[in-house]
Structure formats: C-alpha cells, structure tokens
C-alpha cells in the first residue's frame, strides 16, 4: 500500500499549500545559482519543506538526489555519500539538486565534524543544495547558516491541512463527515503530513471517516496542537492573530498554564518584556484563582484575553528564530509515562531499526498506521510482525 502523503506529493509548486513566499524565494535561489549555493529551509514538521524541494526538481526537470542527514551523522560519511553527487554529472545529462533532509537531527558525539564537512561541501558544490530543518537556530548551525539562503516556512492555518484533506478524500472515495474531516484539519495544528497519514490511518480499510475516529486521535495531536498556539501567541503583536490562539486547543486551562510559564522565558529576551508577560500570566493566575473560589466562570474570558493577546503585546517587537516548545514534565509523570510507553517504544524501535529511519517519525507517522492494520487486518498483521520480528506481547499490545 503507498502511503497517500507520497501518492499526492505536489507535482509542481502550485500545488504547495500556504507557502508563496517561500516558493518564491526558493526559485529566486535557484535563479541565482551559484551565488549562494546552499539554501536552508526550516519551519515546523508537515509544513511542505520536502514537498518543495520535490515539487521544484520536478517542475524544473532536474534530478533530484535526496538524502536524510540521520543517514550522514558524521564527517566520513557525509563526504562518501554527499560528495560525488554534488561534483559529478548526472548520469541523465541534466542538472540535479541535492536534498538533504532534517539536518537538525545531526548531533552528539557521534555527529563531530559532520557539519563542518556538510559546510565545507556546501561551498564548493557544482549544484544547488537543500537542506530542511523544523529549528535551524541552534548555535552549532551558526557557521552553516552564514553560508546559506534561510527560507522560513509558516505553520499552515486548518483551512490549507482541510481544503488537501478533502481532495484527497474525494480522490480516495472516502465517504467523510464534514465536522470530522475540519476537526482532523484543526488538531493537525499545522502538519499537513501528518494529518494526511491520519486520515489514511483511519480510513483506508473501510472508506469512512466518522467523529469518533478522529477522536480516538486526539491524544497524538494534542501537543502539536499547543505548540502552534504558542507560536501564534508569541510571534506576534497583533491581538487579532492571538486571541483565537487556544481556541482549538485541547488542553486542560492548568495545562495551558504550565505550557506557557515553561516556554516565555525561551522566546522573550528583553527583561522588560519578560515582566510584563509575567505581570499578564500573574493576572491570568489571580482570576483563575476566583473560578476556583467562587466558580465565577465568566472569568475564562479574562483568562484567555491575558494568555493570549495580553502575552503577545507584552512585547515590543517580534523576537528572531524559532524555539523548541516543551512541558512542564514532574519527575513522577515521566517515570509513569515511560512505564506505560516501554512496550511501544520497544516495537517503535524494531520498526525503525528495519526501515532504516529515526524512532522520531516512526512514531510520529509509521506507527498509528501499523497499529490500525492489527487492529483491522489480521492477515496482513501476521505478516508485519514476521517482518518486524515482534513477540507475542508485542503484537497484543498491536491489537488493543
């Protein structure tokens, strides 16, 4: 079965949702080669920086030659397999480009030298090279991104993930309910890969998608989800594109709380800037504390007003870079999180380790549409536990 985000790759870049500025800048890129001769996509995952690169090298009729930086995790490496492709000719007699996917996924030790190597190529290669990464700001990218073209890619509104949804569906046969279909589209907050892997997940065996599935979803979402609310909230300064911020997001108040307590400090730089944040969470915490009290719950508006466009215009200007969103995390929570997760990680592991790719996006995307098939294909179950070598529990655990 192929996967349906590769069957409906775009075929040229009109077929990229949400994204003309970096269409455009990319192809400006391309135009202008070799005065710079790398270029640097980076936004969050499922956004379409993958999907361009492909959708460019086909528009243009180049070969594309694409490989994941997981793959090339240190200097030797890199040069074997990146160095011929990007000093010799294509074996079609056209121009190519190279792609080098997720370089953010380069580090640690074993990593030494492999970006230094990927920089040093970089600056002599024959043809232009891409490279994609969801948080390019880290200092170890500091002299690679000195040396290449930045292109940021925006979080894809619900509207662009629902309007691809949809003709995938009617392309698909897929008999949908509409609010199903627009709450996929919202709890993907963004990631248009990896609603369309939900919704092949959920509706390939049977051709439908009901409420009820999408719910069953919800738990995988829900953090991507708060993350794009953050966004929003903090890389703005304007009201009117915060204030919706949570209103799509299925999470706890108390949750949203910690969520933002964790990460202000992460965004803001300016002490002034950073009090008045504060000064508004501690006002949001104040009228939170009267619900409690007096359950006087039209204080919620007051809350939501505080924590979004009240955070937002606590800062003078937009800050630079995008920053690695994560939650509060008690120790005991995290021991019982991985108690309750240590089988799923084991088969998570198994999985990636015999499709050569990263435990990351195989629980990301493989691992919802295996765990669909055992619950729905006994047949074909048999033969991906053979293939994956799980045990018994391994494959009850499947099933559940």
């Not at 121009?95 to 230094?116: C, F, Q």
């Not at 202000?264 to 002490?271: G, N």
Request: aromatic content about 8%.
């Amino acid at each position: 079965m192929q996967p349906w985000t590769t069957k409906y790759l775009p075929k040229n870049t009109n077929g990229i949702q949400g994204q003309n500025k970096a269409v455009e800048s990319l192809k400006l890129f391309l135009d202008n080669f070799p005065k710079q001769r790398a270029a640097l996509l980076y936004g969050p995952p499922g956004c379409g920086k993958t999907s361009l690169a492909h959708a460019v090298a086909k528009e243009r009729d180049l070969e594309l030659i694409e490989v994941n930086a997981s793959d090339v995790r240190n200097a030797e490496s890199i040069k074997q397999k990146l160095g011929p492709a990007m000093f010799q000719m294509s074996l079609f007699s056209k121009g190519k480009i190279i792609l080098v996917d997720e370089i953010d996924g380069v580090s640690g030790n074993k990593d030494r030298g492999g970006l230094s190597a990927l920089r040093k190529l970089n600056e002599k290669t024959q043809f232009p090279v891409i490279m994609t990464a969801n948080n390019p700001f880290d200092k170890k990218f500091s002299a690679l991104r000195k040396k290449s073209e930045i292109i940021q890619f925006q979080t894809l509104n619900y509207l662009s993930v629902q309007n691809v949804l949809k003709r995938i569906a009617k392309s698909e046969g897929v008999e949908y309910d509409e609010i199903a279909l627009s709450s996929l589209a919202r709890r993907a907050g963004g990631d248009l890969r990896g609603a369309i892997n939900d919704l092949q997940t959920l509706s390939e065996y049977n051709k439908k998608l009901s409420k009820e599935d999408v719910d069953e979803l919800s738990g995988r979402r829900q953090k991507d989800t708060m993350i794009n609310a953050l966004m929003r909230i903090f890389k703005t300064t304007n009201p009117d594109v915060a204030l919706p911020a949570l209103d799509d997001v299925d999470e706890d108040i108390n949750d949203v709380f910690l969520w933002i307590e964790e990460n202000l400090p992460k965004e803001y730089k300016k002490p002034k800037d950073i009090a008045r944040a504060f000064d508004n969470l501690s006002l949001a915490d104040v009228f939170r504390g009267r619900i409690r009290k007096r359950q006087h719950w039209r204080f919620l508006v007051y809350i939501n007003n505080l924590l979004t466009a009240g955070i937002a215009l606590s800062k003078d200007e937009k800050y630079p870079g995008f920053n690695k969103y994560t939650r509060t995390t008690r120790i005991l929570r995290m021991w019982q999180w991985n108690m309750k997760t240590a089988k799923r990680k084991a088969i998570v592991s198994k999985i990636a380790a015999k499709t050569h790719t990263s435990s990351k996006r195989v629980l990301q995307d493989t691992f919802p549409y295996v765990k669909s098939i055992f619950k729905n294909n006994k047949e074909e179950a048999e033969k991906l536990a053979n293939y994956f070598e799980l045990d018994k529990e391994e494959v009850a655990y499947l099933s559940v």
